[in-house]
């Protein structure tokens, strides 16, 4: 099969497409035929040795996929080949086979495509974790998004709406706000412009927002802390702006506010059955036409580090796919 390899820890174009052994499953173990594999930021992270999780040296990049089950191990019952399915993983999605533990499967929804299929877990999973399980955000608050377009952030903004909240959208350039706006936002704020901030208390009447969505980090963190309204949640859910900010926790105090992470990774392996709880709910909603994610753009397997490099240079909105096919 023919796979994405990172042999060293640096920028995407260092990646290299191989020819490398088929997988054959052990116990527990299924095969797949990977027809559509999710990009996401962490996966340019991971590349460049710079994310919380470091696989070892070489490895195939990728965590999110969707396919069909080529082969079992002996042991698997609940799976069989020819199964359409969706797998999160920490390595591997980038090739045109992975091998994954059977319990690591969700099965394919009759109907869906696998684009849509790959797209789901990892960003979807994120923003519900966040929103529902740590921000625990009510029907007629006003959640607040930075970097609304990007992948997280879309999902956030329609599981937002899905929950009955008043949705703030914020990205950088009027074109992501308008896709913001596709998915529901109701207000849209452009954060290059120096009096954001002030659009945001406008927005809420003075109040501020119950619920700050950061993915982004940078020099957003703190204008969008003290946006926050008394007796809110920040959610800390990454740094795409590549600076880890540090924040007066006066104004935790000031305001009563919350400072809460996200780690949904981590989530997944504590709570592997409230995790998969998250993703029936996401997958019903999907079935309903209450989320639905956009899909910019598809690469072929040679064409991988073109999509890590277009995901570091914020030029994706919603997700991209990589296509081993």
Same mark, same amino acid.
């Given at each position: ?39 996401? @930021? ?11 999780? +470091? ?38 999605? @980038? ?42 955000? +009510? ?25 009955? !909240? ?40 003075? +109040? ?15 204008? !969008? ?13 990454? @740094? ?22 996200? @780690? ?25 036409? +209450? ?35």
């Amino acid at each position: 099969m023919k796979a994405v390899v990172c042999e060293t820890w640096g920028a995407p174009d260092t990646l290299t497409v191989q020819d490398l052994p088929d997988p054959r499953p052990g116990p527990g173990q299924v095969v797949i035929d990977v027809r559509a594999a999710g990009v996401n @930021f962490p996966d340019v992270l991971i590349v460049q040795g710079k994310y919380q999780f +470091k696989p070892e040296l070489p490895f195939v990049p990728g965590s999110e996929v969707a396919g069909v089950i080529q082969s079992t191990g002996s042991d698997v019952t609940t799976f069989q080949p020819g199964d359409q399915v969706i797998a999160f993983v920490p390595t591997g999605g @980038f090739g045109q086979q992975l091998l994954a533990p059977a319990q690591a499967l969700i099965p394919m929804p009759s109907g869906m495509d696998f684009d849509t299929a790959a797209a789901i877990t990892l960003t979807y999973g994120t923003s519900y974790h966040a929103i529902v399980d740590r921000a625990k955000l +009510k029907n007629g608050e006003n959640m607040l998004i930075l970097g609304a377009a990007g992948g997280v952030g879309l999902a956030a903004v329609e599981i937002g709406k899905a929950l009955g !909240a008043r949705i703030i959208a914020c990205a950088s350039t009027d074109e992501k706000l308008e896709v913001c706006r596709q998915h529901g936002a109701d207000v849209l704020i452009n954060y290059s412009q120096a009096d954001w901030r002030e659009q945001v208390k406008t927005a809420t009447g003075g +109040k501020g927002a119950d619920v700050i969505y950061d993915p982004v980090g940078g020099d957003y963190a703190e204008p !969008a802390f003290r946006a926050t309204a008394w007796g809110g949640r920040y959610l800390v859910v990454g @740094f795409a702006n590549g600076e880890i900010p540090k924040l007066p926790l006066n104004l935790a105090l000031l305001k009563g506010a919350s400072l809460v992470g996200v @780690f949904w990774g981590e989530h997944t392996k504590r709570d592997p059955k409230g995790n998969m709880a998250n993703m029936r709910q996401l997958l019903q909603w999907l079935h309903e036409g +209450k989320i639905k994610p956009r899909i910019s753009g598809r690469y072929k397997l040679e064409d991988a580090a073109q999509a890590l490099n277009d995901m570091a240079a914020r030029k994706v909105t919603g997700k991209v796919v990589v296509l081993p096919h």
